[in-house]
């Protein structure tokens, strides 16, 4: 999962993201180059286009929806199996990524493996939050000062055994 989040949970307002950062949407770029990209309808109505050097797969309710140059998914147990066909014989590495909005992060928590966040350090108003996580599930193992902000990577804690 890729998101920027600011000091409030906010990662978007009116379908847009709140703040401009040319550094962080180079790191999004960076981060999710040469993979499967799972955004939501409005996330990629708002981009505009399929992003260019990542197979892109829109999730949405709507079950008539078509969009040029990308794959339709309309669950998030289904977009993350069309992401494995599409990664099959694919060599390297086969990482599938989040980037939003929020309904989308919030379906695909449960089988997430890695969170890279970028923190913005601002608390603009918005109607789009990045959903909590139990931090005693995840751990940091990065954190990246930029100039604006900072990149942290979680990654799952997995317990054996108990509850």
């Not at 993201?17 to 996330?43: C, M, N, Y």
């Not at 900072?150 to 799952?156: A, D, K, L």
């Amino acid at each position: 999962m890729v998101a920027a989040v600011a000091e409030n949970g906010v990662i978007g307002a009116d379908a847009d993201i709140p703040w401009k950062i040319s550094e962080d949407f180079q790191h999004f770029k960076a981060t999710t180059l040469g993979h499967v990209l799972i955004l939501g309808r409005t996330t990629h109505e708002g981009i505009g286009r399929p992003l260019p050097g990542r197979t892109t797969v829109v999730l949405t309710r709507d079950l008539d929806y078509v969009a040029e140059g990308v794959e339709v998914a309309h669950s998030i147990t289904e977009a993350l199996e069309l992401a494995d066909r599409l990664l099959e014989g694919r060599p390297g590495d086969r990482q599938v990524m989040i980037g939003g909005g929020a309904a989308v992060y919030a379906a695909a928590m449960p089988y997430a493996d890695e969170q890279v966040i970028s923190e913005i350090p601002l608390s603009p108003p918005g109607d789009t939050h990045y959903p909590e996580f139990a931090e005693k599930r995840w751990r940091e193992v990065r954190r990246e000062p930029r100039d604006g902000f900072t990149i942290v990577w979680w990654e799952r804690v997995f317990a054996c055994g108990g509850s």
